[in-house]
Nanobody, 125 residues
Framework: QVQLVESGGGLVQPGGSLRLSCAAS????????MGWFRQAPGKQRELVAT???????NYADSVKGRFTISRDNANYTVYLQMNSLKHEETAVYYC???????????????????WGQGTQVTVSS
């Protein structure tokens, strides 16, 4: 019912920057929270950053001061600006969204979680 499509991944040198985008489409009444997670080879998926509808943000300690999450509520899009990237941040980055499909969902406090397919970020010289 909802698709999340990420873009912006690629190869970057250590210390470089990338900007990821994720656009949600489908049956959407509203989106409460959107976020980015990442999974490196052989490791568990971990939180990078989240942003809720009022603009409040939360970051993993390891990215504070270097990454910035933002969202375009009108277009159901979330962005992740990544600066000063490190080799160890090579991973597949996944977009996540908590979606309401209808007004009824809002009344019932129902949320549905969706994931994107992931975009590869490789930090290497």
């Amino acid at each position: 019912q909802v698709q999340l499509v990420e873009s912006g991944g690629g190869l970057v040198q250590p210390g470089g920057s990338l900007r990821l985008s994720c656009a949600a489409s489908g049956t959407i009444f509203g989106i409460t929270a959107m976020g980015w997670f990442r999974q490196a080879p052989g490791k568990q998926r971990e939180l990078v950053a989240t942003i809720i509808s009022d603009g409040s943000t939360n970051y993993a300690d390891s990215v504070k001061g270097r990454f910035t999450i933002s969202r375009d509520n009108a277009n159901y899009t979330v962005y992740l600006q990544m600066n000063s990237l490190k080799h160890e941040e090579t991973a597949v980055y996944y977009c996540n969204a908590e979606v309401l499909h209808s007004y009824a969902d809002d009344l019932n406090n129902a949320r549905y979680e969706y994931w994107g397919q992931g975009t590869q970020v490789t930090v290497s010289s």
